[in-house]
């Protein structure tokens, strides 16, 4: 049977987003894949849509899948009205994902809803293995960021144990994804040392990915494949979001953009956050 690597996007609100991953995946992304939007915008006044669901909700949302025929899965969530908790919230999403993937095996790669790709992604490296993820950490457990990462779901093995959800009130989500992980190695690197590597972290089935985090880096960090794109670095430098120097923004593997905070900004400061997305179209 004839595979093609599935992108898939957990979309919440704002349709921008989706016209933005589709293009810089067409830009960027140079082998055939399928391009896949889990819709879980709400069709009623919700935080996650700044209180409009014309604008930025579920219809909104199926409306830019329809112009760019992408192909898009309107995610269960009328039980959200009672349970509003972002956490609870985003690990039912992941069950459902994670259900996808189990019943549809094949190659993935997540990319959370506000992350697109700035130069090449080389996406054979990452073929090279079973998985490639951000790992965090939490007090005794090491766990895989739901947020970005590409999986080969004909390589996998303890497919039972593999799981996104969060543990609990308490925890992050992907916190379940610890167990799995432990069926493969009983030690893990240090996410810190992670991030200060030269280039990540790897092991025969694993890749764990080095990113430049939220208000931790400066100018001189910049990944040279992007220091020749002008109006990447002007949007960083002048983001408002900046603090002390340091940028907002986040670079994964040098060429995986995270404009960060596409649901809580806009609840916070609506007109910052449009002001940001208008600049980002223009990229």
Same mark, same amino acid.
């Not at 005794?140 to 990462?149: E, H, M, R, S």
């Given at each position: 049977?004839?595979?093609?690597?599935?992108?898939?996007?957990?979309?919440?609100?704002?349709?921008?987003?989706?016209?933005?991953?589709?293009?810089?995946?067409?830009?960027?992304?140079?082998?055939?894949?399928?391009?896949?939007?889990?819709?879980?915008?709400?069709?009623?006044?919700?935080?996650?849509?700044?209180?409009?669901?014309?604008?930025?909700?579920?219809?909104?949302?199926?409306?830019?899948?329809?112009?760019?025929?992408?192909?898009?899965?309107?995610?269960?969530?009328?039980?959200?009205?009672?349970?509003?908790?972002?956490?609870?919230?985003?690990?039912?999403?992941?069950?459902?994902?994670?259900?996808?993937?189990?019943?549809?095996? &094949? !190659?993935?790669?997540?990319?959370?809803?506000?992350?697109?790709? %700035?130069? #090449?992604?080389? =996406?054979?490296? *990452? +073929?090279?293995?079973?998985?490639?993820?951000?790992?965090?950490?939490?007090?005794?457990?090491?766990?895989?960021?739901?947020?970005?990462?590409?999986?080969?779901?004909?390589?996998?093995?303890?497919?039972?144990?593999?799981?996104?959800?969060?543990?609990?009130?308490?925890?992050?989500?992907?916190?379940?994804?610890?167990?799995?992980?432990?069926?493969?190695?009983?030690?893990?690197?240090?996410?810190?040392?992670?991030?200060?590597?030269?280039?990540?972290?790897?092991?025969?089935?694993?890749?764990?990915?080095?990113?430049?985090?939220?208000?931790?880096?400066?100018?001189?960090?910049?990944?040279?494949?992007?220091?020749?794109?002008?109006?990447?670095?002007?949007?960083?430098?002048? &983001? !408002?979001?900046?603090?002390?120097?340091?940028?907002?923004?986040? %670079?994964? #593997?040098?060429? =995986?953009?995270? *404009? +960060?905070?596409?649901?809580?900004?806009?609840?916070?400061?609506?007109?910052?956050?449009?002001?940001?997305?208008?600049?980002?179209?223009?990229?």
């Amino acid at each position: 049977m004839f595979y093609v690597m599935k992108v898939i996007s957990i979309i919440t609100n704002n349709p921008i987003f989706v016209e933005l991953q589709y293009k810089s995946l067409k830009k960027y992304l140079h082998i055939d894949y399928e391009y896949i939007v889990f819709n879980d915008g709400k069709y009623w006044p919700d935080s996650t849509n700044f209180g409009n669901p014309i604008e930025n909700g579920k219809i909104a949302i199926e409306n830019k899948c329809k112009e760019f025929d992408i192909k898009y899965y309107n995610l269960p969530n009328e039980h959200h009205k009672i349970y509003d908790e972002p956490s609870v919230r985003h690990s039912d999403s992941l069950k459902l994902l994670v259900s996808y993937m189990k019943g549809n095996i &094949d !190659e993935y790669l997540i990319l959370d809803g506000d992350m697109f790709l %700035i130069d #090449d992604l080389n =996406i054979e490296k *990452y +073929r090279e293995k079973m998985c490639v993820c951000v790992l965090q950490e939490r007090p005794n457990i090491k766990y895989i960021w739901p947020n970005l990462f590409y999986i080969n779901m004909n390589k996998i093995k303890y497919i039972d144990d593999f799981n996104l959800h969060s543990l609990g009130i308490n925890y992050d989500t992907g916190s379940s994804s610890y167990k799995w992980l432990q069926k493969y190695y009983s030690s893990y690197p240090n996410v810190r040392d992670i991030i200060y590597s030269n280039r990540g972290y790897e092991n025969d089935d694993f890749y764990f990915i080095k990113h430049l985090w939220s208000c931790s880096w400066s100018e001189d960090e910049f990944p040279e494949n992007l220091k020749t794109k002008e109006s990447i670095i002007k949007y960083i430098k002048e &983001d !408002e979001r900046n603090e002390n120097g340091k940028y907002f923004v986040e %670079i994964y #593997d040098n060429c =995986i953009f995270h *404009y +960060r905070g596409g649901t809580w900004l806009g609840l916070n400061n609506i007109e910052l956050h449009k002001k940001l997305l208008n600049k980002l179209k223009l990229i």
